[in-house]
C-alpha cells in the first residue's frame, strides 16, 4: 500500500540458550542479535556482528521465536540502540508478552526505550578503551528493575567501578548492579573477594554461556 513503511531491523542472528548474565541468568532465552556498533571495546566478543545479517520485519522476527516458546526475550548486539528500529521491536516484543531485556552499551540514549524493557546498560570502564563514550545522563533515566553492569579488566578498572558506585550511588537506583571479570583478562577470584572485602553492593557475575560452551555465534 502507498506511503506504508514496514520497520525491518538488520539482524545478525536469532537463537535459543541459556541467559548467560544478569538476573535471569540460566533461563531458557531468545535472542535477538541486531548487526553494528559504534564502540570498539578491546575484549569484544562480538565482532562478527558489526556488518553483514539480514533485514528482517518485525513480523518475521516475531514468527522466528515464537517456536522457542520462551519467556524470556533478550535484544542484544553490538549496539542494539545503533538502529532506531530497535524501538518498536522492544515495543512489539512485549506486546506479545514476553519479559524483554535490552543490552545496551551505555553509549545512546536510552530514553525512547519502552518502559517495560529491563535495560541492562554497560558503563565501559577505562581498559575497555571507549570509557570516553559512556552517556551519563541515561543514569537519570533508570528504573529499579534495570541493570548497571561493569566488565573488569583490571584493579584499576575495579577501583574506577567503586568510584562510580559510590559517585552516582548506582546501587540505589536499580535492584542489580553487576561486576563481570572481563574473560581471561583478570582472575574472577580476585574480583569476588575485592567485593566481599570491601562489601560492596553488587552482584559478582560469571559469564555462564562461556562457561559451559566457549565462543561463537548462537550462544
Ligand atoms: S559495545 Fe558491545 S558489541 Fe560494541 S564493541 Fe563493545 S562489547 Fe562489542
Known amino acids: 500500500m502507498a506511503g506504508c513503511v514496514v520497520s525491518q531491523v538488520r539482524i545478525s542472528e536469532i537463537f535459543h540458550s541459556l541467559q548467560g548474565e544478569s538476573r535471569t541468568v540460566g533461563f531458557p532465552t531468545a535472542f535477538i542479535r541486531l548487526t553494528g556498533c559504534p564502540l570498539r571495546c578491546q575484549y569484544c566478543d562480538t565482532t562478527y ?27 542484544t548486539g553490538g ?5 532506531p528500529e530497535c524501538l518498536p521491536l522492544l515495543t512489539a516484543l512485549c506486546d506479545a508478552g514476553y519479559q524483554v531485556s535490552l543490552e545496551t552499551s ?14 541492562v546498560m554497560d558503563l565501559k570502564t577505562p ?11 541515561n543514569i537519570e533515566l533508570l528504573k529499579p528493575v534495570d541493570q548497571v553492569k561493569f ?5 584499576q578498572d575495579y577501583q574506577w567501578a567503586r568510584m562510580k558506585l559510590d559517585e ?12 563481570s571479570p572481563s574473560h581471561q583478562q583478570i582472575n574472577p577470584t580476585d574480583l569476588a ?19 559451559l560452551w566457549a565462543d561463537g555465534p548462537g550462544r
Open 106 to 119: 551505555g553509549a545512546m540514549n536510552i530514553a525512547g526505550v519502552d518502559p517495560r524493557v529491563s535495560v
Open 49 to 75: 556482528a558489526f556488518s553483514g545479517g539480514e533485514l528482517l520485519s518485525i513480523a518475521t522476527i516475531l514468527e522466528q521465536i515464537a517456536p522457542f516458546q520462551s519467556r524470556f526475550v533478550t535484544v
Open 151 to 155: 566488565v573488569i579488566c583490571s584493579r
Open 193 to 211: 573477594d575485592w567485593i566481599v572485602q570491601d562489601r560492596l553492593p553488587v552482584r559478582f557475575q560469571i559469564q555462564l554461556h562461556k562457561l
Open 79 to 83: 549496539e542494539p540502540l545503533a538502529q
Open 168 to 179: 552516582y550511588q548506582l546501587s540505589q537506583r536499580v535492584d542489580d548492579v553487576l561486576f
Open 127 to 137: 581498559d575497555s578503551g571507549e570509557a570516553h563514550r559512556n552517556l551519563y545522563s
